[in-house]
C-alpha cells in the first residue's frame, strides 16, 4: 500500500520561504513521476508541480515558475517542494502525489488523473 506523508508547512511573512517535504512507501519510490499540487480556501486543487523519476527534469505551473524548485532524494523515498518569495496568494493546503504508473518518455503528468496516489497534504499560511 503506498503511502505518503508530508511536513514541513506552517506560517511565514510574504517574502519568506518554505521547504516542504514528502515521504513515500508502499512501492520502488524511483520508478515514479512525483508531483505538488495545492488548494487554496474556496478554489479547485491546481497543479504546482511535478518531476520526473530520475529527477533530470521537472516542470511547473506559471504562477510558482522561478520562486518555487522541487527536487528529489530516490535513496530516501523523499520529494521536495523549496517555496522561495512567498505570496499571500501560496497559501494553501500542499499535496505530494505519486504517478499512477511509471512512464519511460520525457513528458511529465500535470493532471490529476495521471496520480494514483496523494498525501494527506499540509498548510501553508502566508502572512502578509
Known amino acids: 500500500q503506498v503511502q505518503l506523508v508530508e511536513s514541513g508547512g506552517g506560517l511565514v511573512q510574504a517574502g519568506g520561504s518554505l521547504r516542504l517535504s514528502c515521504t513515500a512507501s508502499g512501492r520502488t519510490f524511483s520508478a515514479y513521476d512525483m508531483g505538488w499540487f495545492r488548494q487554496a480556501p474556496g478554489k479547485e486543487r491546481e497543479f504546482v508541480g511535478a518531476?520526473?523519476?530520475?529527477?533530470?527534469?521537472?516542470d511547473y505551473a506559471d504562477s510558482v515558475k522561478g520562486r518555487f524548485t522541487i527536487s528529489r532524494a530516490n535513496a530516501n523515498n523523499a520529494v521536495y517542494l523549496q517555496m522561495n518569495d512567498l505570496k499571500p496568494k501560496d497559501k494553501a493546503v500542499y499535496y505530494c502525489a505519486e504517478s499512477q504508473r511509471y512512464t519511460a518518455g520525457n513528458d511529465l503528468p500535470s493532471l490529476e488523473y495521471e496520480f494514483g496516489y496523494w498525501g494527506q497534504g499540509t498548510q501553508d499560511t502566508v502572512a502578509s
Open positions: 518531476t520526473k523519476w530520475s529527477g533530470m527534469s521537472t
